[in-house]
């Protein structure tokens, strides 16, 4: 049985307030590197203008550039100043929200089905109805991704598990939404290397198995071992914290911010 929808929002604010606090950390600490740095050559850039520039690149690609944010950053500062705003637009809280709810909607909605169809797809000797988990499907109509802690870069480059990168980054094509959802639902129940999804899962026994199908959580770590959760609230309470940026993580060199 999952847990009732005010348990899941609950878990769901514990999960974004708990990332986005020690992402704010991290970025009061990271912003100062930043606004700091000066290159080794000072003949580097011809102007403070192309300094600052250089600067404001460094930060988009820390926190995944392309993104057409509102109100847009100009430099690297904002993403401080205006924290409440940008953090849901750009997962610094574990978790993605576009500003059109139509569209989210849709999104939504086609990933729900490509789900259920890759399911019919892989399970087709089954007699089972599927249903797309109750408790994901509240989570999902307030985020748009489940990412973790940490930030674009520190999550492409640590190689982190992502439960949910969602239809934001990549434009939320219609296709590509469904495609994903059906790799999604061929995969599910396999053992994957480094990866958190759904599972569905039987009791064994025939009395049991005349209770039918449910789903699971499950994060495969490798070498690590297999966590398996009953239900999404159990899942956020582990990802909230799990491969979080340490505090020597939070520093930023100069070398680092003017490389090529």
Known sequence: MHPSEPIIL????????????????????????????????PDLFESDEELEEARLEFTLRLIGDGHDTRPPITHPSDVLTHWE????????????VYHDASWRN????????????????????????????????????HVDSLEGPGWYKYRKDY??????????????????MEETALGR??????????TVGL??????????????????YVACLGQFGTHV????????EWYKSYGEPREEDWGVSAEEVFQA
């Open 159 to 176: 190689e982190s598990v992502i439960f949910f990168e969602g239809w934001v980054r990549d434009g939320g094509a219609g296709d590509l």
């Open 85 to 96: 705003a940008l953090a849901p637009q750009l997962a610094l809280d574990g978790a993605s």
């Open 199 to 216: 599972g569905e899962d039987r009791p064994r026994g025939t009395a049991r198995e005349q209770q039918g199908w449910s789903w699971r």
């Open 106 to 141: 849709e999104m939504r909605d086609i990933y729900t089905r490509g789900v259920i169809r890759g399911l019919n797809e892989r399970c087709s000797n089954t007699v089972t109805a599927w249903e797309f988990p109750s408790d994901l499907a509240v989570v999902l109509q």
């Open 229 to 236: 959760f009953e239900n999404v609230v159990e899942l956020l």
């Open 10 to 41: 609950a878990a769901l604010s514990l999960y974004r307030t708990y990332i986005g606090t020690h992402n704010h950390r991290a970025f009061s600490a990271i912003i100062l590197d930043i606004d700091a740095a000066d290159p080794d050559d």
């Open 185 to 194: 639902a061929r995969t599910a129940g396999e053992i994957i290397d480094r």
